[in-house]
């Protein structure tokens, strides 16, 4: 049971975790699927999780860590090579009768060190079981280019980690995710799966399959499933799901137990001074360094080791014996049973009795948003292709696999959590040692001794009742923090965020960024797969980008931004774009006040401020040549507040997309398409970047707007040669004014040289439009939106759009007598009609002594004056309709002092509307009447409209033609010399030297680089080519042979071809 601050998220719960989906094939009565294959360890699979802060190898045999790894066991935080974790390995111990009648005591794991093992080095471990990943993956790695066929564990991330197809699931299921929360349901950044059994533990006289002795262990399948969130309140921790499963001939009838085995060591590998603890209450252990240091870190080693911890989220219930143990008000629930009865009964302590389905023991299913049928997906699912061929979608009652009852809801269980806590020292027990082990996880065990020194762990649930295909679930979770304090709240915080169904916004999509180097700068581009994302609860809620930059994969420089309690939690942008929306500044919900505002953490998260989306940025911001720099693009949505429209839904903080960034010993491996690794560099000397032609955008004659447009070239290598491109503009949604201009709705960019739309029918974010669509005559008011905006990237480039904006104010002020003339009356300008129409129009009023115009001279425009002055439009010279209201006693075609001028337009039934009212006034004596040539001019902002075009030409980047041999005289090695170390070096995440480069500037695009001693030998040849801006090459002080070279001065050559050849020296100082 979920209690949730608003009625609408609980009824939307739903639909936005659409929980654990099973199809009905070979299933318990609580639908989930009994594999009959058997695990081998052939199939044995890794994976490195990162999509948070927490970073670890995994193995699909029940282990967390690998055993010796450094870098990658259980570290925290991801990237900086500090790992906590020696392994750790999931055990399932239970009490069995051997064959000759003996009690066996087995536990199944598979723990590495001193494993467990038969006389011909066979491993008592779990396996995992066939066809649940892809055993033939290609993947093309980005950072290398290179295809990958290295077979992972499954994961959504990496779609080519998905096997043919899915044991148990329909062919529909085939090329989807099979995620715990539905068909293609990623509600987490990561999210991986896999099932093992036991059958490989053959220690024991057991056989638990009467028709196959070679099945052995205790007749466990257990499916396996790991989450990360890289949300701020879920950044410390992976959470983990294990569903066991009796799939022998066999009873376990409470004298079965499921626990860990590990070696923990919060100080680093080797560290002997690790503490443990543990809280009951809390079904929580965890462990911390003694003093709080370590010398183990190769890297950053100022950072402190901080806690680690495990706990138990959910654990088995005893469900037949009467008694309430988990304290909820409840008795005896269960999780594999089915609907029951529909009557008036208790909730416990969830609620007042209501009319419930009684297996829906907490009351919290709900037919509206619920009844999504056992495939876990409903209409409001993007992926959604239909009713459940079961009959299960609709049917008015609750069915297995549907949110909030049975096996989606923890709380229909009566748990006992953690029963045992044992933390030896390191050697002094072994799991191996089954009867040990068994000794030590007996319930209300709970022994520290090993404190201050090299310890372990022991610990387990239970024990606990497994009938025949009967399945149980646990979640447990890792947990890191920097100290106590932080690490208890984490921990409490990870409970609450489990009992709220992991209740996240779910990010915006991650969009792709590309990266151009330049001489001191970097140009970054993305897409905008982002803004066409949609929540399942909080709907279409992209709101902005932001761009983070460091100088290591971690990006540590940016994660800078800390909660009340000192925790880094949020990393500081160096560019943020969001949308003009009026959502800006600091979010009102505080970072953990949706679980409960003794949740919080303080901090809020910095919304943007209103400055319009773009999808470029060149950061010239203290860019050095020579630096790799790496960069992110992150999405991140609006989150919810209360107020912020009329849905009323629970309050949100902001989520964003995730950054995996997967190094090993100092070299990266991966990254995910929204981070670029880039070294900026001076260009290369004969080398001219692609351009606008004279800079210049043109506009057609015809055009009436005052908007103007600007081009930004982002990858000029991208720009086509001798191609002209129009703007134009469309109003093809039927929005009108209704007076005879048909303001813009859409613009599409053509490039007229290839006959190819680039862009078509993109809606202006600014429109002229009326507020009585069917009239469109009447009333008529400007929409809020962006006046500027950027169209997407195309060839290279993307147009920079700034539309015009009108208002009497701006009229007021613009408009006036023209330069020359002598009058000096003040005109007062106003709305003409009731409506207060802006029409947007350039015009000018022409004096002179002779009558050289005509107006009407009545309002309903029927009768027809010549008059001694003449309004033309100011751009066409046609004349524009006006009506002059002349006083009884001034009847004389001039318009004189106070009397009303009405400035119009002819709309579309062919009447006349006058929306702006002229006064000549007297405001002084000094005034000067107009005369014979004298103007004054109307000026007014013109929106874009369908008659505006605008073009512009490109030129596309060259190599110059041979000839000029100053091409190389500025070529330099830097420095020079080397001392030691280059500013743009980076540490690594080992013990060695680090990387040593040092760099060649002002290349040509293409050349051949060799290094000699200086007595002649040659050391290394470089190949200098590649983008045809580069103007940089790097030297990492190696020979051909892979020897680091010493100290000492050494000589260069380049050879440009027909471009020339230069000799240089340089040295280097150790």
Partial sequence: MKKMSSVMLSGLAAAFFLLLSADIFAQTGGGVFLDPAKGERTQRKRLTLASNRVESIIENKGTFGEVGNKTKSGAWPTGSGHSHVHQMSILVAADVPGKDGQELHIASESYEDFADKSATNVEYFWNPLPGYANDKRRRVNPVTGQIDTKSEIANVIDPTTFPPSWP???????????????????????????????????????????????????????????????????????????????????????????????????????????????????????????????????????????????????????????????????????????????????????????????????????????????????????????PDADGTEGNGRPDQGEPNFGKTDKDESDQIGLTSFYSPAYGSMHAADDEAIWNCIQPGFFETPAQNSNNMWVFASGPFKLDLKQTERFSVCWIFGEDKVTIFRNAQTAQKIYNNDYRFTKPPLTPTVHAIPGNKKVTLYW???????????????????????????????????????????????????????????????????????????????????????????????????????????????????????????????????????????????????????????????????????????????????????????????????????????????????????????????????????????????????????????????????????????????????????????????????????????????????????????????????????????????????????KVSDSKTGEEVPCYLKETLFTKNGKWDINEPLYIGTKTRDGKYMFPWLLNMVASSTESVKPEQGDVYQFTSEVPFTTKDKFTFSTTASKLLKPGNKTMLDNVAVVPNPYILAASWERATGTNSRGERKISFTHLPAECTIKIFTQNGVLLRTIDHSGAMSDGSEFWDLTTEQGLEVAFGIYVYHIDAKELGQKIGLFAIIN
């Fill in 168 to 386: 148990g699931k329909d062919a529909s299921w085939n090329g989807h995710w099979n995620g715990y929360f539905g068909k293609d349901q990623a509600s987490s950044d990561q999210e991986c799966m896999y099932v093992m059994d036991d059958s490989y533990n053959s220690e024991f006289p057991y056989y638990p399959f009467a028709s196959d002795t070679t099945r052995r262990g205790l007749g466990l399948q257990v499916e396996t499933r790991m989450f990360q969130w890289a949300h701020p309140l879920a950044q410390d921790e992976v959470f983990i799901h294990f569903q066991v499963s009796n799939v022998s001939d066999n009873v376990y009838d409470r004298n079965i137990y499921f626990g860990a085995f590990a070696d923990t060591h919060p100080g680093g590998l080797g560290d002997a001074d690790d503490n443990s603890g543990y809280s009951k209450g809390d079904n929580f252990v965890f462990a911390w360094d003694n003093d709080n240091r370590t010398e183990n870190w190769d890297n950053y080693k100022l950072t402190l080791p901080g806690y680690l911890g495990w706990k138990y989220l959910e654990s088995p219930g005893f469900p037949d014996d009467g008694t309430d143990n988990d304290n909820d008000g409840l008795i005896d629930e269960k999780r594999n049973n089915d609907a029951g009865v529909y009557a008036m009964g208790s909730i416990g302590n969830y609620g007042p009795a209501k009319m419930h389905w009684s297996g829906d023991e907490d009351g919290d299913w709900m037919a509206e948003v619920d009844d999504v049928g056992s495939d876990g997906i409903g209409p409001m699912d993007p992926n959604y292709t239909g």
């Fill in 527 to 869: 897409d905008d797969i982002a803004e066409k994302s949609l929540d399942p609860v909080y709907g279409q809620d992209f709101e902005g980008y932001r761009i983070y930059r460091g100088t290591n994969p971690q990006m540590t420089e940016a994660q800078v931004i800390t909660d009340a309690y000192g925790s880094k939690v949020y990393k500081n942008p160096i560019a943020q774009f969001d949308l003009n929306d009026g959502i800006k500044g600091i979010h009102p919900v505080a970072l953990g006040a949706e679980l409960g505002d003794q949740y919080s953490a303080g901090i809020h998260y910095n919304m943007g401020y209103d400055t319009g989306i773009k999808h470029f940025y060149i950061d010239s911001n203290n860019v050095q040549n020579g630096v790799t720099y790496y960069y992110a693009v992150v999405s991140y949505d609006k989150g919810y507040y209360k107020g912020m429209d009329e849905r009323g839904l629970s309050p949100m903080t902001p989520s964003e997309c995730q950054i995996v960034t997967n190094e090993e010993y100092g070299e990266l491996k991966d990254i995910s398409k929204n981070v670029a690794v880039v070294i900026p560099n001076a260009q290369a000397t004969n080398y001219t970047p692609g351009s606008i032609q004279n800079s210049l955008v043109k506009q057609d004659v015809s055009n009436t707007t005052t908007g103007s447009l600007s081009v930004t070239v982002i990858d000029p290598d991208k720009l086509p040669e001798d191609h002209t491109f129009e703007v134009s503009f469309e109003a093809k949604d039927g929005i009108e004014t209704g007076i005879g201009i048909p303001f813009a709705t859409s613009y599409s960019i053509l490039d007229l040289t290839a006959n190819k739309y680039e862009i078509q029918n993109q809606p202006v974010p600014f429109m002229y439009a009326p507020v009585d669509t069917e009239s469109h005559q009447t009333t008529y008011e400007w929409k809020k939106y962006d006046t500027t905006w950027t169209s997407g990237i195309f060839s290279g480039m993307a147009v920079n759009f700034k539309n015009a904006k009108p208002s009497l104010f701006a009229i007021n002020t613009g408009s006036g007598w023209k330069p020359g003339s002598k009058a000096t009356t003040e005109v007062r300008i106003d709305y003409g009609t009731t409506e207060q129409i802006i029409f947007p129009v350039n015009f000018n009023i022409e004096f002179s002594d002779s009558k050289i115009g005509k107006a009407f001279s009545n309002a309903q425009a029927t009768a027809v004056m010549d008059t001694y002055f």
